[in-house]
């Protein structure tokens, strides 16, 4: 067996990474089958509503807050309760699917209100927009290709990960 070593520069970037892949795997339920982990799914269903309260800001009531994260805390506490450890019924995943769906989009909204700050550090830097988005922007919208064509080449799929290099930026 092959033991792979990262370098130094993947472990910098995993740590400055963990705090958003923590923050969004506790904030975002995900009931597939195939990465149903029960208390995963129940914390994440119960502290969504406190990312959604923190996404709309001051759109609630405080009335209408706590009864949103009574309900999602309830909820929670019922799928970690009342489903199996193998997978999760049907008429409870599809719900909860569709509910995961709409804060992964809050969490892409603010992903892109960062790339609006990124363009607010190039006016103050000088750096006209066209140059910064040939240059910074579009590295970054680049990474996630690069690091799905790099596990492909490692898990034996060269002809897959040059493919991907060449079709990627196509679409």
């Not at 910098?12 to 339920?29: D, G, K, N, Y």
């Amino acid at each position: 067996r092959v033991v792979q070593e990262t370098s130094l520069i993947e472990k910098f970037a995993t740590i400055l990474e963990l705090p958003f892949t923590a923050l969004r795997s506790a904030t975002v339920p995900v009931p597939c089958e195939d990465h149903w982990i029960r208390p995963l799914v129940s914390l994440s269903t119960a502290t969504s509503s406190f990312w959604v309260l923190w996404y709309l800001d001051k759109s609630f009531t405080t009335m209408l807050a706590a009864g949103y994260c009574a309900v999602s805390i309830s909820l929670a506490l019922c799928i970690l309760r009342y489903t199996e450890d193998d997978k999760m019924p049907l008429v409870a995943s599809v719900p909860l699917s569709l509910y995961g769906f709409f804060i992964a989009a809050t969490w892409i909204d603010v992903i892109g209100k960062l790339v609006s700050m990124l363009e607010f550090l190039g006016t103050l830097t000088r750096i006209p927009s066209p140059i910064l988005g040939m240059t910074v922007l579009a590295w970054g919208n680049s990474m996630g290709d690069l690091s799905a064509n790099i596990a492909m080449a490692k898990k034996g799929m060269p002809d897959m990960a040059t493919t991907g290099c060449f079709a990627g930026p196509s679409f």
